[in-house]
């Protein structure tokens, strides 16, 4: 079974009381990242270019940059 990412947990993001708004960055984020067909650098360059456009989502961005950043092994794409 090969490893592979099927989308976000929008409900369990929805429970824990995040924004319609903020929901639709981190799909957005997501979008991006693994199906945009970019490269990895591309894609965190366009989801830094995100900053600033949904409040309180500036943290999200930079978790995930972040993330991404720290992955010594790769991340599945």
Known sequence: NPLGVAGINAEG???RGFSRERIALIK???KLL????LTLEKAREAIAALQGTV???DEDIALLLNFVAAATRGIVR
């Open 13 to 15: 993001l929805r429970r």
């Open 55 to 57: 409040e309180g989502s």
């Open 34 to 37: 693994y199906r945009e067909s």
């Open 28 to 30: 957005q984020m997501h």
